[in-house]
């Protein structure tokens, strides 16, 4: 299956350029855990074909890597990926058990999965997809296709931004003047912005961008990142204590592209992790 998908040329730019030292990897994993980037986990016991996979994809996300279903649920668990990609035959843990066990977590019941599948393997993917996968996509398979799928799902998943906008006119507590007052309205109508800074705000209220930070700055002792994140915070307690949506809809609503990223903010500002709030 690897030489179909990828090529010879491919496989030596990919053993050059992603290698296959597990340490690598997890080397990665904690140096980029702290961004805000979409994260895919890719389980896979074929371990060219899971570098394959993870150079591919690296070029779009941020990528983890598990050799079996049990390793794939454990760092389901850890890193909260945004999207899945499993094989179904694997040692330890087959995909089908790992996806029946990750739908059962609080904040991975809604997790994009896509399992990968032979093409003799009916009753498995008939079986994957009752268990709680999304799509399947059948080996050998076309690098692109795959792609697409996964775009498409994750895309999909951000959508509830648009669909939660009717929520931005939820109240801010805790008011202290005028101008917060503003600033809150500013940045809750914004929300869903993952860009949003003080220039935006700046515009949006009509005031010099220099003039805002420092108005931030001495009235709210704080930078307006902190306070934009603040915020943020704020209005995803108030989503998930009274809107009863997921984690990671809470978190697409609120202008965050990771999952992991969103709950260790939460748990920062909160002190206690988005599922608990459920």
């Not at 019941?109 to 994957?128: R, Y």
């Not at 998930?240 to 920062?268: H, I, M, P, R, W």
Request: net charge neutral; hydrophobic share 40%.
């Amino acid at each position: 299956d690897y030489d179909e998908i990828s090529g010879s040329k491919e496989k030596s730019v990919l053993q050059e350029q992603a290698g296959s030292d597990y340490e690598k990897v997890m080397k990665s994993d904690e140096i980029t855990e702290d961004k805000d980037m979409t994260t895919l986990l890719i389980v896979e016991d074929n371990s060219e074909l899971r570098k394959f996979l993870a150079y591919k994809f690296n070029k779009f996300y941020k990528v983890i890597e598990a050799n079996n279903g049990k390793n794939g649920l454990n760092k389901a668990r850890i890193f909260l990926p945004d999207l899945i990609i499993t094989d179904v035959m694997m040692p330890e843990m087959d995909g089908i058990e790992m996806v029946r066990r990750l739908r059962n977590l609080k904040d991975l019941t809604t997790v994009p999965i896509i399992m990968l599948t032979a093409k003799s393997a009916n009753v498995d993917t008939i079986e994957g997809l009752q268990t709680g996968a999304d799509d399947y996509i059948t080996k050998p398979f076309d690098f692109e296709e795959l792609l697409a799928r996964v775009d498409r799902l994750i895309a999909s998943r951000k959508a509830i931004k648009d669909e939660t906008q009717h929520l931005i006119s939820a109240p801010i507590e805790n008011i202290k003047s005028v101008f917060q007052e503003k600033l809150d309205e500013a940045i809750v109508a914004n929300i869903a912005d993952k860009k949003l800074n003080v220039e935006k705000l700046a515009k949006i209220l009509f005031i010099d961008r220099s003039t805002l930070y420092r108005k931030i700055k001495n009235k709210l002792e704080m930078s307006p990142i902190a306070y934009i994140r603040k915020v943020r915070m704020e209005f995803a307690l108030n989503l998930l204590k009274n809107k009863k949506l997921t984690v990671s809809e809470t978190a697409y609503a609120c202008g965050f592209d990771s999952l992991s990223y969103f709950s260790k903010q939460f748990k920062k500002t909160h002190g206690t992790s988005p599922s608990d709030v459920l």
